[in-house]
């Protein structure tokens, strides 16, 4: 887009038109052609500064396209500023090159922003492929073990209560009146 744009425009304008264009700006690149653009911007400020502060200068620019509006001479150079060629440059400019510089840079960026979500989210699904398979090996490695030990645990110490005759489990005096105590909060009745 910095070097010779033209390509760019070649939908809406031959590549003849853009070649001979603003002296062949927009063909040496936008930066030259943006150049210029505010240049001629500049000039047509300049232009209406110096005539809406002095009502009684004369037009400066190219007599073949200065025209009589009004009878007020400032009135009529700050109306016969927008016939320069310089204003049909800029509108030129702005309507052909510039809006569809901008259209090309915009779909150029959509494109690039989708191409980039789209990477992004093959990334994100290989993420959590990976995640999910670390979570089943560490639920086999780690979790697995661990459950099987602590079951093994609850069984050999329910097989040593049940080793203990009724007779003596009764007549310990703490493990009483913690299975009252259990009891009376579980309500628990006879069947």
């Known amino acids: 887009m910095m070097l010779n744009p033209c390509y760019v425009f070649l939908a809406n304008i031959s590549n003849d038109q853009c070649i001979a264009f603003a002296d062949s700006a927009v063909y040496q690149g936008m930066a030259v052609g943006l150049t210029r653009h505010f240049e001629n911007l500049r000039y047509l400020l300049t232009q209406y500064t110096t005539y809406s502060a002095d009502a009684r200068a004369n037009f400066t620019g190219p007599r073949d396209n200065f025209r009589t509006i009004t009878t007020d001479n400032q009135r009529n150079n700050i109306l016969n500023i927008l016939r320069l060629p310089q204003a049909f440059e800029i509108s030129s400019m702005q309507a052909l090159y510039i809006k569809l510089a901008f259209r090309a840079l915009l779909n150029d960026f959509r494109r690039g922003l989708n191409d980039d979500f789209n990477a992004k989210l093959t990334l994100r699904l290989a993420l959590y492929i990976v995640l999910n398979i670390a979570l089943i090996l560490l639920y086999f490695v780690a979790w697995l073990p661990i459950v099987s ?43």
């Open 149 to 191: 030990r602590l079951n093994k645990n609850i069984w050999r110490t329910k097989s040593m209560l049940t080793m203990i005759p009724l007779n003596v489990v009764a007549k310990i005096r703490s493990v009483r009146v913690y299975l009252r105590k259990f009891i009376s909060e579980k309500n628990i009745t006879n069947y």
